[in-house]
T-cell receptor, first 110, second 115 residues
């Protein structure tokens, strides 16, 4: 069974720090990966996706993909209290459906 | 730019009743997905359509669940003879299959409470 694993957290960081969120996946055929942010009681909203090995930056967010290690991460620079949410990692495995992890809760304290 | 729209946003129903949710995808998107999410879990895939064809169904989609997308536009998800275990947020999402990454965009979700 194809799985995406995340530490449920919470991950606590002070305001202004770098938050590092990690994700591993079991299917070596997985090709592209997505990070979504989900506030409590709301639906997931897309942050960014990555499909090439290496880093991809978008504003304060950097996604990193290492296919050899089957590892995906999301770095949030200059973390703000408004970044406090659950971060969902998801991957395509060559099929047409995204498989999600359970999410990591991030808490940014002022 | 209109996003994915879901209706109703909240539904409380008695066990054994039938419920139906509607989803209107982003207009140019040809794929439509249904996911279910319970507390502390990530979204779990239920089924997806490309245009009007239902191309994949999860094992989670029991015989009590049925989804349709009759004209390749909006979709409905019906749950018959609801059970308390059906209580969850039902998420609809859509995507453009030809777009880079085939990114899916979620609606605001429909909360179901079975009492």
């Amino acid at each position: 069974q194809k799985e995406v694993e995340q530490n449920s957290g919470p991950l606590s960081v002070p305001e202004g720090a770098i938050a590092s969120l990690n994700c591993t996946y079991s299917d070596r055929g997985s090709q592209s990966f997505f990070w979504y942010r989900q506030y409590s009681g709301k639906s997931p909203e897309l942050i960014m996706f990555i499909y090439s090995n290496g880093d991809k930056e978008d504003g304060r967010f950097t996604a990193q993909l290492n296919k050899a290690s089957q590892y995906v991460s999301l770095l949030i620079r200059d973390s703000q209290p408004s970044d406090s949410a659950t971060y969902l990692c998801a991957g395509y495995s060559g099929y047409s459906t995204l498989t999600f992890g359970k999410g990591t809760m991030l808490l940014v304290s002022p | 730019d209109t996003g994915v729209s879901q209706d109703p946003r909240h539904k409380i129903t008695k066990r054994g009743q039938n419920v139906t949710f509607r989803c209107d995808p982003i207009s140019e998107h040809n794929r439509l997905y249904w996911y279910r999410q319970t507390l502390g879990q990530g979204p779990e895939f239920l089924t997806y359509f490309q245009n009007e064809a239902q191309l994949e169904k999860s094992r989670l989609l029991s015989d009590r669940f049925s989804a349709e997308r009759p004209k390749g536009s909006f979709s409905t998800l019906e749950i018959q003879r609801t059970e308390q275990g059906d209580s969850a947020m039902y998420l609809c999402a859509s995507s453009l299959a030809s777009a880079v990454g085939n990114t899916i965009y979620f609606g605001e979700g429909s909360w179901l409470t079975v009492v």
